[in-house]
């Protein structure tokens, strides 16, 4: 009984948060500029541009503690928030100031329960960060030959193609198979610059530059053909994810595991994907997730595809560093088969014909 009004008043402070959105994202940006030092509030459109921008992304993780009943996600933003704004010199109560006007935006709601639930967030929230002086430091686990993944972390952060080109080269001709060298090499060796920037120890460019790099040198693997009678994957950012260079080695795992692929583009929507699926209709979707809200979004569409096809709808396979990171809200969707990372994307494939 407990947790049914739990969802009824999770599902209502939801609907008033998306009612509101808006409004939200106004005092939101409002409050940023009015804490923002004066060297950034004259960057004048430029910096009103990325405070909604930031104001949108912060209510993508209220939605996403609101749903899934758990602050975490919500709570490691908000440090990092904490960490960028004084590094810009703003107000040191900038943090606590945004989530006061997210109050006054929601303090006239008429659903009782869902103010309640809203409310409850917040000063959960405010109070966690009362208590914490710093994000949490993220790490990533090393795979076994950690030097060359070291080796190789070391040359995209300083931008040297050569060395990584090399370092890549010395890993495919040593593993053979592409996945592999994903797996102990490309992998954790993005996770740990993605994790040095959410630490605010390197800068956006040079987490690009990385980025930039290694997707260069997987263009230079060939992908494999597949039958004309093979079974196909359609692969696709989550609605709202833009980290998409893992997709480029899950379409070739899937490749040389005998399938048809077939990859959307960075930013394509959710009605796109669901375009998609009807025209191609895939034996398998393969959805990558990076942060927490956009496991919301996945969870929107295999619902929406499940209502237009029935039995018909395709095999659904969630992964990316969001899986791993919330395995939780992650596992609230059922049906769904999960590879938070390459290694366990290379034990499914040989089963993944036989279950779809």
């Known amino acids: 009984m407990i947790e049914h009004a739990r969802i009824i008043e999770a599902a209502a402070a939801r609907a008033m948060l998306q009612h509101r959105r808006e409004t939200a994202v106004d005092a939101l940006a409002a409050a940023f500029r009015a804490c923002a ?7 004048g459109d430029a910096a009103e541009v990325e405070m909604r921008n930031e104001a949108h992304r912060l209510m993508d993780f209220f939605e996403a503690a609101l749903v899934s009943y758990g602050n975490e996600p919500l709570v490691r933003y908000l440090l990092w928030l904490r960490q960028v704004l004084s590094a810009r010199q703003a107000a040191p109560d900038a943090v606590p100031y945004c989530l006061d006007q997210l109050e006054q935006v929601f303090a006239d709601a008429a659903s009782a329960s869902a103010r309640a639930a809203l409310f409850a967030t917040l000063r959960e929230v405010q109070y966690a960060l009362r208590w914490h002086r710093s994000a949490r430091d993220w790490r990533v686990h090393s795979p076994p030959n950690g030097g060359d993944y070291l ?32 797996v102990d ?10 994790c040095q920037w959410q630490n605010n120890q390197i800068s956006v460019a040079q987490e690009h530059r990385a980025t930039a790099i290694v997707e260069a040198l997987l263009a230079t693997l060939p992908l494999s053909p597949a039958a004309a ?6 692969l696709a950012l989550a609605p709202g ?24 583009p960075a ?10 699926v009807a025209q191609d209709m895939p034996r398998v979707l393969a959805l990558s997730a990076a942060m927490a809200h956009h496991l ?45 990372d390459l290694r366990m994307l290379g034990r499914c494939l040989p089963r993944l014909d036989k279950v779809a």
């Open 37 to 43: 030092a004066p060297a950034w509030q004259a960057c």
């Open 151 to 182: 080796a190789f972390e070391a040359a995209l952060l300083a931008g040297d193609c050569r060395q990584a080109r090399q370092l890549f080269q010395r890993s495919l001709d040593h593993l053979a198979h592409p996945v592999a060298v994903a």
């Open 185 to 194: 090499l490309l992998q954790p060796a993005l996770y740990s610059i993605g």
């Open 229 to 234: 009678d093979a079974p196909t994957a359609l």
């Open 241 to 264: 994810n833009r980290h998409g260079v893992g997709l480029r080695v899950v379409a070739d795992a899937f490749a040389r595991a005998g399938w048809q692929t077939r990859t959307l």
């Open 267 to 276: 930013g394509s929507t959710l009605p796109a994907i669901i375009d998609a």
């Open 296 to 340: 919301l979004s996945t969870r929107l569409l295999f619902a929406r595809l499940r209502r237009l096809h029935g039995v018909r709808a395709p095999l659904l396979l969630l992964g990316g560093l969001a899986v791993a990171e919330y395995p939780d809200i992650a596992a609230r969707q059922e049906g769904i088969l999960f590879c938070p």
